[in-house]
């Protein structure tokens, strides 16, 4: 079992910058990789960004060059660093893991708010 928790969500204008956290505790060694996915009122769940357990990264193309996705092992947190935000970014954002290759584990949500 792993529980998240997600920390850093709230309101920003545009241009602006924030740093979603996630914690993870539990059965920490079983994660294969960690994401963060967003999700927009009247949309489906979408993929932001993840980072493997060998630290390969993947992003969504309406983020890449202004959102990073980095781990810090000794803390057993991954972050999402975004920067020059948009409007459109504004949705629920959503740490997972996936552990053991197969199960995956979600945080409860933050929500983040870009004004224009």
């Known amino acids: 079992q792993v529980q998240l928790v997600e920390s850093g969500g709230g309101l920003v204008q545009a241009g602006g910058s924030l740093r979603l956290s996630c914690a993870a505790s539990?059965?920490?060694?079983?994660?294969?990789?960690m994401g963060w996915y967003r999700q927009a009122p009247g949309n489906e769940r979408e993929l932001v960004a993840t980072i493997s357990r060998g630290g390969i990264t993947n992003y969504a193309d309406s983020v890449k060059g202004r959102f990073t996705i980095s781990r810090d092992n000794a803390k057993n947190t991954w972050y999402l660093q975004m920067d020059s935000l948009k409007p459109e970014d504004t949705a629920v954002y959503y740490c997972?893991?996936?552990?053991?290759?197969?199960?995956?584990?979600w945080g409860q949500g933050t929500q983040v708010t870009v004004s224009s």
């Open positions: 997972n893991a996936v552990w053991r290759g197969v199960t995956v584990y």
């Open positions: 539990g059965s920490i060694f079983s994660i294969n990789a």
